[in-house]
């Protein structure tokens, strides 16, 4: 999975640095900032909103950036 992410552009260290693995749901992550942020994306309650669709997000900067799309 690492490499995939890593051919799409979406890692922009070296192959050879350790990765870190959410412990919830096994997703593989490069460093521990990025394993935060998706923890608060993908485990935490989502308390945001949008009115437009009804989906749900963990903070108000993910809602602001769904709404640029959703219309």
Same mark, same amino acid.
């Given at each position: ?19 870190? %693995? @959410?412990?919830? /749901? +096994?997703? #593989?992550?490069? =460093?521990? *900032?990025? $394993?935060?942020? !998706?923890? &608060? ?7 945001? %909103? @949008?009115?437009? /669709? +009804?989906? #749900?997000?963990? =903070?108000? *900067?993910? $809602?602001?950036? !769904?709404? &640029?799309?959703?219309?």
């Amino acid at each position: 999975m690492y490499y995939l992410y890593y051919e799409l552009g979406l890692f922009t260290k070296s192959k050879t640095e350790s990765i870190t %693995k @959410c412990k919830k /749901c +096994g997703s #593989e992550l490069h =460093d521990s *900032e990025r $394993l935060k942020r !998706h923890q &608060k994306i993908a485990h935490d309650k989502k308390n945001e %909103k @949008c009115r437009i /669709c +009804g989906n #749900e997000f963990p =903070d108000r *900067e993910e $809602l602001r950036k !769904h709404k &640029k799309k959703c219309k």
